[in-house]
């Protein structure tokens, strides 16, 4: 099963998408985790990347499309998975479209997960992460709390907000969001691949709606 997972931000797409690969054996590909990390690490395309993550902005296509090439064409690249915030404009797609036809790994499905701006904003507000690279857990103080406040619940490290979680910074990233989606929708719904699945409701019972109406997977080459 080969998955693109989009959402606005705070939509929950980011829990969803780890359920799934846990639950379906697929491997968890986010590009905005893969970017903290280079940003973390002082990364060449990390300080590429840095003024945009911190404005709310996307990162220029190349670099972004330059980290999901290279960890495709890898030997040992992943045949299952699920990509979780890539493709985020036409220009990517387009290149992903051509990786994966090169790769002769056809997607399975676009899964949209839909939620009003209100709520969104709210919730994202509310977002606690986790810093341990090696845990980076996220919380909700409104949906999803720790069992202790301020501390993760997987390796007891004090949870830090994002520098993009903040009110300002939201409106930006959804209007950004919105803006790109559109297009992005667009055209994977002209390849017949978008299934749309409403947000609203709990972890589990967005879950379950996802999973039902998933595809049969295609056959691995
Ligand atoms: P996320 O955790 O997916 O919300 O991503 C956090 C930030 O990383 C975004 O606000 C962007 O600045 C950057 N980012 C992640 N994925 C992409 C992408 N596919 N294209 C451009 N920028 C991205």
Redesign the pocket.
């Known amino acids: 099963m080969r998955l693109i997972f989009t959402g606005p ?1 705070g939509s929950g797409k ?1 829990t969803q998408a780890k359920l799934l690969s846990q639950r379906l054996g697929l491997v968890h590909f ?4 893969i ?2 990390d280079a940003i973390a690490h002082g990364t060449p395309e990390g300080r590429r ?1 840095q003024a ?2 911190h404005a ?4 220029p ?1 190349d670099v ?1 499309n330059d980290i999901v090439n290279s960890r495709l064409r890898a030997p040992d690249r992943p045949a299952r998975f699920i990509m ?6 036409l220009g ?1 797609a387009e290149s992903f479209d051509a990786l994966l036809k090169e790769l002769n790994l056809p997607l399975d499905a676009v899964l949209f997960l839909n939620v009003d701006d209100g709520p969104l904003i709210d919730r994202l507000s509310a977002r606690w992460t986790c810093p341990n690279p090696t845990c980076k857990a996220t919380y909700n103080t409104l949906s999803k709390p720790p069992r202790r406040p301020g501390v993760c619940d997987e390796c007891g490290t004090a949870l830090v907000q994002r520098d ?1 979680d903040r009110p300002a910074t939201i409106r930006r ?1 959804l209007k950004v969001f919105h803006e790109g989606n559109d297009e992005l929708m667009a055209h994977y719904r002209r390849q017949g691949l978008v299934i749309d699945v409403p947000g609203a409701g709990d972890i589990e019972t967005i879950y379950q709606n996802i999973v039902s109406a998933l595809p049969r997977p295609s056959p691995n080459p």
């Open positions: 931000p980011g986010s590009t905005g985790d970017i903290r990347a945009y993550v709310g902005q996307l990162v296509d972004v979780d915030g890539y493709p985020r404009s990517q993009d990233r």
